[in-house]
């Protein structure tokens, strides 16, 4: 009788591990160079099209749940007022929305093909050693 309440306590407590293990995200590049980091301001500004040059910022579609970490813990809104946002930036094209993948294997490939592209990965997931961690949430 008293296991009852045992199996269920062990897997909540994996679960919410697991959820907080992986609820972290790593902003990573293809530069060709090690040496670099970025603020978590430059990079909310990077993605909402206050700073451009070289670097292309890249995210997720909206409901990839890495993209709502990423909004979250860094650009600090709401996925309606990142598109609120984006909707006005396009209505006055004043600037232009990142470039957007669907999934997170998506995203991996396109920072690997694309030179001075900025995109986010999951915290657990391996990042390849071309390209460079700019910001880590963990």
Excluded at 26 to 32: D, F, H, Q, S
Excluded at 78 to 87: G, K
Aim: glycine share 8%; proline share 5%.
């Amino acid at each position: 009788m008293k296991r009852s309440w045992l199996y269920p306590a062990i897997l909540t407590g994996i679960l919410l591990y697991s959820a907080n293990v992986s609820a972290q995200v790593v902003v990573v590049a293809n530069l060709g160079e090690k040496n670099t980091s970025m603020e978590k301001t430059e990079i909310r500004n990077l993605f909402m099209g206050g700073i451009g040059g070289r670097l292309d910022p890249v995210t997720l579609s909206p409901g990839v749940r890495e993209r709502h970490m990423f909004n979250t813990l860094i650009v600090g809104l709401t996925e309606s007022r990142i598109q609120s946002y984006w909707a006005q930036m396009r209505f006055s094209g004043r600037n232009q929305e990142p470039v957007e993948v669907e999934s997170v294997e998506a995203m991996l490939r396109y920072l690997l093909e694309n030179e001075g592209s900025v995109g986010y990965l999951p915290a657990d997931f391996p990042v390849p050693r071309s390209l460079t961690v700019l910001y880590s949430t963990g």
